[in-house]
């Protein structure tokens, strides 16, 4: 059996986030429809996923080492039944039913029994600028998936239509049958697929959604993304993902940001970090020089005697704090500007300077 940290690149001491993200970050790459996809490799991160993503599992799975699935204790999948779905791409990493047999001897309600299964979460990848970095921005993101059914709100059932107990579940909105197993005849519960684990029937299905109460269409989803946010950083909305089966909890949505580089600043923590060449005029005799910020041109003394390497401290010109008050600072490191070629003249100067004692 494979190490499941190996699996998804992390450490042991990894937190939850790191877990989450390596899992998204893996899963994208190697789903079978894409072009670096590689089905037996997605199998095995959504395995060391579904233990690793579980608090209760990852520490039965410290302590012995051993495959989770094996075990027999429940659903496994750190998202539930939901799984996740990457740019309008379903994964579904709903529990089988040997597992489902399982969760039910153990007093579970499995991955299929009870009501509906709740939404697929969905990743998306944003660009911004370095200045959209520093300063905020307000992105619309556009989103193909599963939304309750505008028409009949979710219920599957045509407006108006006469409303009824199932009669199939008696409005529990899950059956039980009988499946052998390797221990014998053993009960499980799944859902109606009669009334969709609703526990209602209607005279009529919607004539949109035909009685799923969830359909395909686009929805703009508009995202606030802070100033000082960093490149790799996942933003989490809560319920913006696809909608659940039978009115339960929608999937959430997440937002990996990722930053352009600039082509003369760079970012170090919170501060921000440029260079400047000066000429050896500044340098010895010290000089007022124009510097780039994220907020336009501002002037900055060298010192008489300056050398090469030292830095230069601009206050409050950096990177804001992410969720607190405050920024960083603008750090300006310099250096000495070697002209290649000179003048007849420029060499005269700079011999008459080496003669002097």
Do not use: W
């Not at 359909?215 to 696809?242: F, N, W």
């Amino acid at each position: 059996m494979a190490d499941y940290y190996s699996v998804l690149d992390v450490p042991r001491s990894a937190t939850e986030d790191e877990i989450k993200k390596a899992f998204r970050k893996k899963a994208h790459t190697y789903h079978p429809d894409k072009g670096t996809g590689d089905e037996k490799k997605f199998k095995e991160i959504n395995e060391a996923y579904q233990v690793l993503g579980n608090k209760e599992k990852r520490a039965r799975y410290d302590q012995t080492g051993q495959d989770f699935h094996s075990q027999g204790t429940g659903q496994a999948g750190g998202q539930g039944s939901g799984g996740f779905d990457f740019n309008g791409q379903n994964f579904d990493f709903g529990g089988s039913g040997f597992e489902d047999i399982f969760s039910n001897f153990f007093g579970g309600q499995g991955g299929s029994g009870g009501r509906g299964r709740s939404g697929a979460d969905i990743a998306v990848d944003v660009e911004l600028s370095f200045e959209e970095m520093v300063k905020g921005v307000k992105r619309t993101i556009n989103l193909r998936k599963l939304s309750s059914c505008e028409t009949c709100q979710g219920t599957g059932g045509k407006p108006g239509s006469k409303e009824s107990t199932c009669t199939q579940c008696q409005g529990a909105g899950q059956v039980r049958r009988t499946v052998q197993s390797i221990f014998g005849a053993m009960a499980q519960a799944v859902l109606c697929d009669r009334c969709h684990g609703r526990g209602k029937t209607y005279a009529e299905e919607c004539g949109t959604c035909h009685g799923a109460g969830r359909t395909q269409r686009e929805e703009s989803v508009s995202i606030d993304i802070p100033a000082g946010i960093a490149d790799g950083q996942t933003l989490s909305l809560s319920g913006y993902g696809a909608a659940g089966e039978s009115g339960s909890q929608s999937g959430d949505l997440y937002v990996n940001v990722h930053v352009r580089p600039h082509p003369s600043l760079s970012r170090r923590g919170d501060d921000i970090v440029s260079e400047y060449a000066m000429s050896f005029a500044e340098a010895a005799l010290g000089a007022k020089v124009s510097i780039h910020t994220i907020e336009g041109e501002m002037i900055m003394k060298i010192p008489a005697g300056t050398q090469p390497g030292e830095v230069f401290r601009i206050k409050g010109k950096g990177v804001p704090h992410l969720n607190r008050y405050g920024r960083g600072d603008h750090l300006v490191a310099v250096s000495l500007a070697v002209p290649k070629k000179l003048s007849s003249e420029e060499k005269r100067l700079i011999e008459t300077l080496k003669n002097l004692k």
